[in-house]
């Protein structure tokens, strides 16, 4: 494919927050995977990156490797994408072991004819010339956070320029699975992290509300604030 050539199109069900994740199978640095297969019932973060051996994403793998116990004990599974062979990712797990000083276990999935990154609309339409050798459009740096019913809660988007931020991916997941936890009465203010107050859903009735959280307060009507429960 030239520059000159049409762009790819994505996918025809473009994803969204809510959108099904779109199941696929693929030869991966830890064999063939099914993705839902995989996930059986836990929540995935899945990211993609643009190329092997690239300096940025090679810090973030590593980074991901080292957090992989915390999404673990958080029961969810991690699981990467770039746009190159079997070959090369096993090659570059070395480097970013040797880097970062991680151990990388989760699978990195292959995908140099990028099918799976058009399924997950993960192609570069802003930058025509973030391309491989061969002229084929490389993979954009997302990040999607699906829960066990394969259902897209995060999506994150980075330019080539910016480094994630594999704190906040935790902190996300984090504020997502209270909010299951508490069939979502209670969602998170800015910069929250856990141990922080939350906010109690303006839609719950107040003699509910005082139920379920009675140390709530009120700083307007629209805003109640809360310790989080203990249970």
Known sequence: MSLSQPLPKPSETTIRLGSKAP?????????PVTF????GDSWVVLFSHPDDFTPVCTTELGA???????????????????????EKHEAWIKDINEVTGAHLTFPIIADPKREIALKFDMIDYQDATNVDDKGVQLTIRSVFV???????????????????????????????????????????????????????????????????YPNFRSVKPYLRLSPLPNN
């Open 64 to 86: 991901f490797a080292k957090l992989e116990p915390e999404f673990s004990k958080r029961n969810t599974k991690l699981i990467g994408l770039s746009a190159n062979t079997v």
């Open 146 to 212: 699906i829960d066990p019913t394969h259902t897209v809660r995060l999506i994150i988007t980075y330019p080539a320029s910016v480094g994630r931020n594999t704190a906040e991916v935790l902190r996300v997941l984090d504020s997502l699975q209270l909010s299951e936890k508490h069939n979502k009465t209670l969602t998170t203010p800015v910069n929250w992290v856990p141990g922080d107050d939350v906010i109690v859903v303006p839609t719950l009735p107040e003699e509910k509300a005082r139920k379920l």
């Open 23 to 31: 199941n696929f199978t693929a030869q991966t640095s830890n064999g």
């Open 36 to 39: 839902y297969d995989y996930q």
